[in-house]
């Protein structure tokens, strides 16, 4: 599609891995911080928990990357100043299979208005796997608060909207009658500000 290129996120995943490895930076994965180490009254690293249990992570520095500026709030810092707002854009993504692509002449779709779909709108985007593998990016309006129990809320409407939408495309739009709903991205990408609904929300200009 004019203005994209698609990437295949294993082997981008994998590609940006060995770069880091080469680099001499050791990955740890499926990690949460829960605690922050402190010595002399300054920060000596993370805890963390995954399925192996916790561990202590020694570091001179931490830096916070994390959406919701977790390990800011783990120091007792107040992240409420830290949101784009009361509302905010979170985006999905949907990957199918066995599309009819030669039906599709739009790179959006509109969709109803009952989904609950930012703009009731959603963007198709060239797959990696052929002709007949595309994704589906949609975009939620959802309280943007700054906690735990917050994300797990978005998440969970995010999921029931996804699967809602997945059976509106596969029995409304004719491109779709034959595909098959491969899955979903792992989590919501956001938060943006609600005047990105029109461009994607940071993602590539048409």
């Given amino acids: 599609?004019?203005?994209s290129c698609p990437l295949h996120?294993?082997?981008?995943?994998?590609?940006?891995e060995e770069v880091l490895a080469e680099s001499g930076i050791e990955?740890?994965?499926?990690?949460?911080?829960?605690?922050?180490?402190?010595?002399?009254?300054?920060?000596?690293?993370?805890?963390?928990?995954?399925?192996s249990g916790r561990q202590a992570v020694p570091a001179r520095y931490v830096i916070d990357a994390t959406e919701t500026a977790l390990c800011a709030a783990l120091c007792g810092e107040?992240?409420?100043?830290?949101?784009?707002g009361a509302k905010a854009l979170y985006f999905r993504t949907l990957e199918f299979t066995n599309l009819q692509t030669g039906e599709l002449t739009d790179r959006w779709l509109t969709v109803p208005?009952?989904?609950?779909?930012?703009?009731n709108r959603v963007r198709l985007r060239e797959g990696v796997r052929g002709g007949d593998h595309g994704y589906v990016e949609f975009a939620l309006e959802l309280d943007?608060?700054?906690?735990?129990e917050a994300n797990r809320e978005r998440e969970c409407l995010a999921r029931r909207v996804g699967f809602r939408l997945a059976a509106h495309l596969i029995g409304a739009v004719p491109a779709f009658?034959?595909?098959?709903?491969?899955?979903?991205?792992?989590?919501?990408?956001?938060?943006?500000?609600?005047?990105?609904?029109?461009?994607?929300?940071?993602?590539?200009?048409d």
Avoid: Q
């Fill in 78 to 84: 107040d992240v409420s100043r830290y949101r784009p």
């Fill in 27 to 51: 990955l740890i994965y499926a990690s949460l911080p829960i605690a922050v180490m402190e010595r002399a009254g300054r920060t000596s690293g993370l805890v963390i928990a995954n399925k």
């Fill in 177 to 205: 009658r034959k595909a098959f709903f491969a899955g979903s991205s792992y989590e919501l990408h956001g938060p943006f500000r609600l005047i990105d609904a029109a461009d994607g929300g940071g993602s590539d200009a």
């Fill in 144 to 148: 943007s608060a700054n906690s735990l």
């Fill in 1 to 3: 599609a004019s203005g």
């Fill in 9 to 16: 996120p294993d082997k981008l995943k994998r590609m940006l």
């Fill in 113 to 119: 208005d009952d989904l609950g779909i930012a703009g």
